[in-house]
């Protein structure tokens, strides 16, 4: 399974952006979507995650009604909608993907087998 990242930028604190993260086609669609960032000195963290039928979402506190992920199996493309934008939410992020994760290590970057190689996202104040 490939996962590629894509739709990182330059934006301002308040405003928006998509990130897409698109996995390959010889996946069979039942996997847990996830992302994490990681900032400049900083370990990679926890962002969201999607199970397979979208029926359970995870947020860390930090992007909680700001942020939204969902998923498209049809594309195979799992989304993160940014919104209301902060500098500190300036980071690489990562998409992550795991056929299966317990409930317990939903947050635990360890817990996932593939990765996208990152997309930069710079928020300005």
């Known amino acids: 399974v490939q996962l590629q990242a894509s739709g990182g930028g330059l934006v301002q604190a308040g405003g928006s952006l998509r990130l897409s993260c698109a996995v390959s086609e010889r996946s069979s669609g039942r996997y847990f979507g996830g992302w994490f960032r990681q900032a400049p000195g900083k370990e990679r963290e926890f962002v969201a995650v999607i199970n397979w039928n979208s029926q359970s979402t995870y947020y860390s506190d930090s992007v909680k009604g700001r942020f939204t992920i969902s998923r498209d199996n049809a594309k195979n493309t799992v989304y993160l909608q940014m919104n209301s934008l902060k500098p500190e939410d300036t980071a690489v992020y990562y998409c992550?993907?795991?056929?299966?994760?317990?409930?317990?290590?939903?947050?635990?970057?360890?817990?996932?087998?593939?990765w996208g190689q990152g997309t930069q996202v710079t928020v300005s104040s």
């Open positions: 992550a993907g795991s056929s299966s994760v317990i409930l317990s290590n939903i947050r635990n970057r360890h817990a996932y087998a593939y």
